[in-house]
């Protein structure tokens, strides 16, 4: 339900007038809530082998990225048309996960031996968390660099935006820029690493690049920096 908040207040300043600061902060309160979680911990539940987790995420990320190519056409219809094809997808996707998705569906929970309750939920994972030292060190490490991934997807939009004026082109050849990249990383990098170094010795390489990445986008002060 969150995420439909900042497509609503978008949708009231292009066709209401409202102030763009509604859509940015509700934008930044959404992303505060990362769900590359739930994605990790359901692809757990489903791919039992380990050795195949990293194929299987990565799978996930292209079909996510085939899912956006639309997007990349929608982009060259007018405002008001984009806006509306937003809100209606956004109220989509609340309707499937409520009515259909196998994870969150009401008549699934409802037949569900066990219900967890708001204050049960945080206590069931704290117990993993300390059931080793190697889990909990994992655990704060996904933490902050989830933390640390929410907050750059919170602040690049405004600063693409406002600070850089990225025209509706540029934006868009970033981003084909940027899934080129994410293709090409997953289907000739990522696997060969994996296999080559490790699970553990690969999300270190990719963790220090995570932290590299934030301090060379501050740095931008032209287009083609990005």
């Known amino acids: 339900l969150l995420s439909v908040a900042p497509i609503v207040a978008l949708a009231c300043h292009t066709f209401l007038g409202f102030t763009l600061w509604g859509y940015f902060l509700l934008e930044a309160a959404y992303r505060a809530f990362d769900t590359n979680g739930v994605f990790l911990a359901f692809m757990s539940d489903v791919v039992t082998e380990p050795q195949q987790r990293t194929m299987a995420y990565a799978i996930m990320v292209i079909a996510r990225g085939v899912g956006a190519a639309p997007a990349l056409v929608v982009a060259f219809l007018p405002t008001t048309v984009v ?7 956004a109220v989509a996707k609340v309707v499937y996960v409520e009515a259909a998705f196998p994870e ?6 409802e037949s569900a031996p066990r219900r967890f309750s708001v204050l049960s939920t945080p ?3 704290m117990r993993i968390f300390v059931r080793n030292s190697f889990i909990f060190r994992m655990a704060l490490i996904l933490v902050c660099s989830g933390t640390s991934s929410a907050g750059m997807g919170a602040i690049m939009t405004p600063i693409i935006t406002g600070y850089l004026g990225l025209k509706k082109d540029m934006t868009i050849l970033l981003a084909v820029a940027a899934g080129a990249s994410t293709f090409t990383n997953i289907g000739l990098v990522l696997r060969p690493l994996t296999r080559r170094c490790g699970d553990v010795h690969a999300l270190r390489m990719c963790l220090g690049v995570s932290a590299v990445f934030p301090l060379l986008f501050a740095r931008c002060t032209e287009d083609w920096h990005l």
């Not at 806006?83 to 997808?89: F, G, K």
Request: with cysteine; net charge positive.
């Open 83 to 89: 806006v509306t094809i937003s809100v209606a997808t």
């Open 104 to 109: 969150t569906c009401r008549a699934v929970a």
């Open 123 to 125: 206590k069931e994972a």
